[in-house]
C-alpha cells in the first residue's frame, strides 16, 4: 500500500523533485497527489515479468521511430503541469503520441495516451481509487489495468468527456490497443 509522508505543506512539482534528489531518497520512488507525497513499494517479480513483456509488445509495434513513445516506470507524469503542477503519478507502463508532452527531457507534460498499472497486493486500492480517478479527470484516452492474480485485463476506453467504457479480458481473448490502430495482445502472452 502506497503511504503519505508527513510533511509540513504542500509541493508543488519543483519541491517533488528536490524532495526526491536527496541523498536517502535515492533508489526509491514517490508520487505527488494533491500535493502530498506518497511512497511507493517495489514492485514483486511477477509484476515485472509482465511489464516487461507489455514493454516487450508494445516496443515492437510501435518501433524506434514512430510516433507514439512507450515508456516504462518511473517516469513522472505531470497530469496538472499547467495549473498547480501538483500531481505526479507513475504508471507502470504508458504511451505518449504528442511530442512536446515529453519535450522538457524529463517529465510528461500532461494527459498520456494510454496508461497501464498492474496490480500488486500493496497498491491495488490506490491504483485502482485515487490514480484511476486521477486519470479519469485528466482525460487519459485508455486506461489498462492489470491484474496478475486474477490474469485479467480491464480496459477503460475514453468515449467522451467523462464517460469511459470498460471491457474485462481474460484466457486466450486478444486485448484491443485502441489508441493503435489494429493491434492486440494476446492475455496468454502477458500472463505466460
Not at 498499472?117 to 485502482?128: G, V
Request: aromatic share 8%; proline share 4%.
Amino acid at each position: 500500500m502506497s503511504n503519505i509522508l508527513v510533511q509540513q505543506e504542500k509541493m508543488n512539482y519543483e519541491q517533488y523533485r528536490a524532495f526526491c534528489e536527496l541523498p536517502e531518497n535515492e533508489g526509491k520512488r514517490f508520487e505527488l497527489i494533491d500535493g502530498e507525497i506518497y511512497a511507493m513499494a517495489a514492485p514483486n517479480l511477477r509484476h515485472q515479468e509482465i511489464a516487461a513483456e507489455l514493454l516487450f509488445k508494445l516496443r515492437g509495434h510501435l518501433g524506434k521511430d514512430g510516433k507514439c513513445k512507450v515508456y516504462v516506470a518511473a517516469v513522472d507524469v505531470r497530469l496538472n503541469y499547467n495549473k498547480a503542477d501538483d500531481l505526479v503519478l507513475q504508471p507502470d507502463l504508458l504511451i505518449v503520441c504528442d511530442p512536446q508532452k515529453t519535450e522538457d527531457g524529463r517529465s510528461i507534460r500532461g494527459a498520456p495516451d494510454m496508461v497501464i498499472e498492474i496490480l500488486s497486493p500493496s497498491n491495488s486500492r490506490h491504483d485502482l481509487r485515487v490514480k484511476m480517478a486521477q486519470y479519469r479527470d485528466a482525460g487519459v484516452e485508455e486506461i489498462w489495468i492489470v491484474d496478475p492474480i486474477h490474469e485479467t485485463v480491464t480496459v477503460f476506453k475514453k468515449i467522451d468527456k467523462a464517460v469511459y467504457s470498460a471491457d474485462i479480458y481474460a484466457e486466450d481473448d486478444e486485448v484491443p490497443v485502441n489508441i493503435l490502430e489494429n493491434f492486440t495482445i494476446n492475455s496468454k502472452d502477458i500472463f505466460s
